[in-house]
């Protein structure tokens, strides 16, 4: 079975945890967008989705699923999302799509987190994945500075600009051993906009797509 298939398995599985004539939250990237065409087939049981990227946002209305805006909506219960390494306390490194803001921020309004994944994801240790930075374009040199007196090598990802006008520093050879405490601590550099640890705000439930089926961790 391919990487791709894990990806699918996990995502369609997703579909049994989505509360019919509710809200859905929707991330980004290629094990979403198997997400999205499993959304599509109960589109008219939903009231519709919140998007984390003008990607997943242009995919769901080709597919006719109603996009919302966040503003218009004070609470759902269920964000679907991918990761790019998640760890055992369900702690999560995510913005290999530059989606990461929006992502933290539809999460952050969601009851719950639901992370479909491969395998491949799982990790003890997160960091292996560069750790995707969002930041100012005018404080990257900055920020860059900063990041490595934390002892990462940050590398500015090259002709990339988020959805909302910024640049990504991805930072290598950090091992995140306390995810909480780092999530913070970067959070805390001016000119940054959001770091792609997902820790104090971790996923409730993980689809984990394997070769032997889809496995559910809760
Ligand atoms: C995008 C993300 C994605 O969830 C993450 O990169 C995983 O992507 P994929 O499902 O393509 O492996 O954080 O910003």
Known sequence: MTQDEMKKNAAWAALEYVPRHTVVGVGT?????????ALATIKNDIKGA????????????????????????????????????INPQHHMIK???AALTREKIVAAV???????????????VLGKFPLPVEVIPMARNYVARELTKLGGRPVWR??????????????????IVDPIALEQQINQITG?????????????????GTAEGTQVLS
């Open 192 to 208: 940054v906009v959001c770091n792609g640890i997902f820790a104090m705000r971790p996923a409730n439930l993980v689809l984990v």
């Open 50 to 85: 919140v998007s984390s990227s003008v990607q997943s946002t242009e995919k769901m209305r080709a597919l006719g699923i109603e996009v919302l805006d966040l503003n218009d909506v004070d609470s759902f219960s269920v964000y679907v999302d991918g990761a790019d390494e």
């Open 110 to 124: 969601a009851d719950k987190f639901i992370c479909i994944v491969d395998a491949s994801k799982q990790v003890d």
């Open 158 to 175: 090259d002709k990339v600009v988020t959805d909302n006008g910024n640049i990504i520093l991805d930072v290598f050879d950090l091992k």
């Open 29 to 37: 990237g290629s094990t979403v967008n198997h997400f999205i065409d």
């Open 95 to 97: 913005g290999g799509g």
